[in-house]
């Protein structure tokens, strides 16, 4: 079964901080996804990244930032952390395949991160 | 833009009835459409996939869909709930390629009565 983790469940941070959401897969994925959800807004895509060191912006890339230096691991950054980014964070990783778009996503547990 | 619209954010059924969470597609270009389940306090598990095999795909815990490409619809139908199956069900679809991103639905809750 593929393995996907977020290195922390619940982070409490302070506005302007620098945010750090790690995940990593076992699956040796090319492709990774961050979202965040909400209540009423279902998921959006923040971020995605189909290789290493290789970025692309999703729907809502704005006050975020991420890194894939390795290929099992895909981090999203907050540069400066706002109230706005209270939310619910969500990392995918697909398999790869001649025709990826209809490999499912495989999503880790999530991490609920508050900034006061 | 394509879109996924689910009608109902929240669904109630007694236990033992008939689970039916509506999931419409935008677009006319047949696509890939997937269901996920989450449970609270957890990510997202796909209870069931269309690929363009067969129209009917059954799924996971008992859960089918039915792709109707004239109603551009693909619900997900249970016949008998369970209580647990009360959580959040996300309809999302995805139109391939090498990068094949998901758009998801908003969700549908689902509550079942005791």
């Known amino acids: 079964d593929v393995k996907v983790t977020q290195s922390s469940r619940y982070l409490v941070k302070r506005t302007g901080e620098k945010v750090f959401l790690e995940c990593v897969q076992d699956m040796d994925h090319e492709n990774m996804f961050w979202y965040r959800q909400d209540p009423g807004l279902g998921l959006r895509l923040i971020y995605f990244?189909?290789?290493?060191?290789?970025?692309e912006k999703g729907d809502i890339p704005e006050g975020y930032s991420v890194s894939r230096e390795k290929k099992e691991r895909f981090s999203l950054i907050l540069e400066s952390a706002s109230t706005n980014q209270t939310s619910m964070y969500l990392c995918?990783?697909?398999?790869?395949?001649?025709?990826?778009?209809?490999?499912?996503?495989?999503f880790g547990d999530g991490t609920r991160l508050s900034i006061l | 833009a394509q879109s996924v619209t689910q009608l109902g954010s929240h669904v109630s059924v007694s236990e033992g009835a008939l689970v039916l969470l509506r999931c419409n597609y935008s677009?006319?270009?047949?696509?890939?459409l997937f269901w996920y389940v989450q449970y609270p306090n957890q990510g997202l598990q796909l209870l069931l996939k269309?690929?363009?095999?067969?129209?009917l795909v059954k799924g996971i815990n008992g859960f089918e869909a039915e792709f109707k490409k004239s109603e551009t619809s693909f619900h997900l139908t249970k016949p008998s709930a369970h209580m647990s199956d009360a959580a959040e069900y996300f309809c999302a679809v995805t139109y391939g390629g090498s990068q094949g991103n998901l758009i998801f639905g908003k969700g549908t809750k689902l509550s079942v009565k005791p």
């Open positions: 995918a990783s697909r398999p790869p395949g001649q025709w990826e778009g209809n490999q499912p996503q495989h």
């Open positions: 990244s189909y290789d290493v060191k290789m970025k």
């Open positions: 269309y690929t363009s095999a067969a129209t």
């Open positions: 677009s006319s270009v047949p696509p890939y």
